[in-house]
């Protein structure tokens, strides 16, 4: 069987672990230092049969919007959110409604990341929010929790 590359997009804003998550499914490595990443960085893994081309979008601010060339094409995307910071989990429903109206039949994972340091009252309210419509994933990029799934589940919805 051939395979079929696929586009897909890590939003959130910044410091959410975006990068950190590419990092952890990828090379299988994590880091405490921050680094901010600058436009997008583009990393690719085989998922079966899925050549999933990951772009790593950089963070979002209210003063900063995501470019929509950079989420042109893509198939999917991981909305990312940090477990630690209300804001974040806020800019959930700005960031998702932004990649779908560039890419309306594109398939949407929820990552709550940072789930080793969860605040569950932050928790409570995002799976209330957004559990009924997506799936939500609780994500630690630094122990590896979830993430693969994350990716895999997200690949596996892209064939068709």
């Known amino acids: 069987m051939t395979a079929i590359a696929r586009k897909i997009c890590l939003i ?8 950190s998550l590419i990092r952890q499914f990828v090379d299988r490595q994590f880091s405490d230092q921050y680094l901010s990443t600058v436009g ?23 003063f900063k ?7 042109q094409g893509a198939k999917g995307a991981i909305i990312v959110g940090d477990a630690t910071r209300r804001e974040t989990l806020e800019q959930l429903a700005i960031h998702t409604e932004h990649f779908l109206s560039v890419n309306p039949k594109g398939q949407l994972a929820i990552a709550i990341n940072k789930s080793d340091l969860i605040d569950r009252e932050i928790l409570e309210k995002a799976l209330e929010q957004y559990g009924q419509q997506y799936t939500i994933y609780l994500t630690s990029a630094k122990t590896g929790e979830n993430v693969d799934r994350l990716f ?3 690949a596996h919805s892209l064939i068709g």
């Open 65 to 71: 919007s995501i470019s929509s060339s950079y989420l």
């Open 40 to 62: 997008v960085k583009i990393s690719k893994k085989m998922v079966e049969t899925v050549q999933l081309l990951i772009w790593d979008i950089e963070g979002q601010t209210k």
């Open 152 to 154: 895999q589940e997200l």
């Open 12 to 19: 959130g804003d910044f410091g959410v672990g975006k990068t």
